[in-house]
C-alpha cells in the first residue's frame, strides 16, 4: 500500500446550472453569508464582455467577488451570463481553496483570444476594482441603492452619450457624456455626493477617476450602471406594480 499524504480540505460549495440561454455559477460564500458569519465582507459587482466585444457572439457577463476586509481574501463568486460563467468561477474556486487574495487575482495569468476573453478577464477586471475600493481609492453603491438616492433627489450623474441617455434614463438624472465631461466639469457640484452611472460601469469608472482627479472627494459608482439598475427595478416593478423610476428600461 502507497504511502501517500491525504489531506481533506472539505467543500466550498462550487455550482453551476443552465437556465434557458443563460450560464450560472456560484462558489464559495456570497456576500450575506459571509456577513453573517462574522467575516468583515464586501464585494463590488461588474458587468464586461466575456469575449472582445468585434467578435459576433460577444454577451455581458454579471459578475460579483466577494471578498474579506482588509486582508483581501476572496471569499466567494457569483456569475451569469450567455458566455463562459462556469470557467470564470472555477477560476475563483481554485483561489479560494489556495488561500487567494485580490493582489493575486488582479495578476493571474489567463489563456488568452479575442473569441474566448479579453486581454484582462472579467476576473482580473473584478480584483482590480475590488482592490481600488479595498484601499479607498474607490467606492460604489449598489443597485439596489438607486431607488432610494433617486426618491430623495440625490445628484445623479449619467455619462452615457446623448442618444443613450434619450432612450431610458433615471428619473432626475443630469446628462453630461464622458465626452464632453472635462469642459462641463464646472456644472457639478463639490457639495454633494455624487453619483456616477454608465450603460455597465466601465464609463463611469472613468469618469469618477476624473472627478476625483479635480478635487471631488465625494463621489460613487453605481455598480452594473444602468443595464444593472433596469435589470434589477424590472423584476421589482412587475411583481410588485411599484412606481419605475427609469423612464424606460434599456436591455441592450
Given amino acids: 500500500m ?74 466567494g463568486a457569483q ?11 472555477d477560476v475563483i474556486a481554485t483561489m479560494i481553496t489556495m488561500n487567494g487574495t485580490l493582489a493575486d487575482l488582479k495578476e493571474l495569468e489567463l489563456s488568452y483570444s479575442p473569441m474566448f476573453s479579453t486581454a484582462r478577464d472579467v476576473v482580473n477586471l473584478a480584483a482590480l476594482v475590488a482592490q ?6 474607490y467606492q460604489q453603491v449598489n443597485v439596489d441603492e438607486v431607488r432610494g438616492l433617486v426618491e430623495r433627489k440625490a445628484y445623479i450623474l449619467d455619462v452615457r452619450e446623448k442618444n443613450e441617455y434619450e432612450a431610458g434614463h433615471l ?12 469642459e462641463r466639469m464646472n456644472e457639478i457640484p463639490k457639495d454633494v455626493p455624487i453619483y456616477v452611472h454608465c450603460r455597465s460601469g466601465q464609463r463611469s469608472y472613468n469618469a469618477v477617476m476624473a ?4 478635487g471631488y472627494t465625494n463621489v460613487f459608482n453605481v455598480a452594473g450602471s444602468f443595464l ?15 412606481e419605475k423610476i427609469v423612464t424606460a428600461y434599456n436591455f441592450k
Avoid at 132 to 137: E, K, T, V
Avoid at 211 to 214: A, E, T, V
Wanted: glycine share 8%; aromatic share 8%.
Fill in 79 to 89: 456569475a451569469i451570463g450567455k458566455g463562459n460563467a462556469d470557467k470564470r468561477i
Fill in 171 to 182: 428619473i432626475n438624472a443630469i446628462n453630461i457624456p464622458l465626452s464632453e465631461l472635462r
Fill in 2 to 75: 502507497y504511502n501517500m499524504p491525504q489531506q481533506n480540505k472539505g467543500v466550498i460549495g462550487s455550482a453551476s446550472v443552465q437556465i434557458f440561454d443563460l450560464t450560472c455559477a456560484a462558489t464559495g460564500l456570497n456576500e450575506k453569508t459571509a456577513l453573517a458569519n462574522g467575516f468583515q465582507a464586501k464585494s463590488v459587482y461588474i458587468i464586461a464582455p466575456d469575449k472582445v466585444g468585434l467578435m459576433p457572439n460577444s454577451n455581458p457577463l454579471h459578475f460579483k467577488l466577494v471578498y474579506e476586509v482588509p486582508t483581501g481574501k476572496i471569499l
Fill in 228 to 242: 444593472g439598475i433596469c435589470l434589477y427595478e424590472y423584476f421589482n416593478d412587475m411583481t410588485t406594480n411599484q
Fill in 211 to 214: 472627478l476625483q482627479n479635480n
Fill in 132 to 137: 481600488n475600493q479595498l484601499f479607498g481609492h
